[in-house]
């Protein structure tokens, strides 16, 4: 089956994706800008989106189900875990925060199994007709 449409309209298109693709590119490698953080959650996937106050984290075990948290980051950039006390993680993305408390948990547990996730990203759609 043949496209109908002029040669031209094509072209837009496909400029449109590269112009497109082009800005995602430049949005998501200039971070350090100061985006607005509303902006960086449309634009960046949750797990390499800086922690910031306010967000909330699911620390678990994989390896010991007594290890399951859900923890809010505190106004000075902080979270407070059993057995682990105070840690920072203001500013850090989701793997390094995991590799932080992997660490941290090893002085517990001989295979601590730490993963962490964002809470919001287990929320649910409503979809409606």
């Known amino acids: 089956m043949t496209d109908a449409r002029p040669r031209w309209q094509m072209s837009l298109q496909t400029m449109f ?3 497109f693709t082009f800005a995602l590119g430049f949005v998501t490698r200039n971070l350090a800008s100061g985006l607005h953080p509303f902006v960086m959650k449309l634009v960046l996937p949750s797990s390499i989106t800086p922690i910031a106050p306010g967000d909330e984290l699911i ?3 994989v390896t010991d189900e007594t290890v399951k948290y859900r923890v809010a ?3 000075d950039g902080t979270i407070r875990l059993p057995h682990v006390g105070t840690v920072s993680v203001s500013g850090q993305d989701i793997d390094s925060v995991q590799n ?3 660490k941290a948990y090893a002085k517990f547990l001989a295979a601590p199994g730490i993963q962490v996730c964002r809470a919001d990203a287990f929320q649910s759609l409503q979809v409606t007709e």
Do not use: A, D
Request: charged share 15%; no cysteine; net charge negative.
């Open 59 to 61: 620390v678990e075990s």
């Open 100 to 102: 932080t408390l992997e």
């Open 73 to 75: 980051v505190l106004s």
């Open 17 to 19: 994706l590269l112009v």
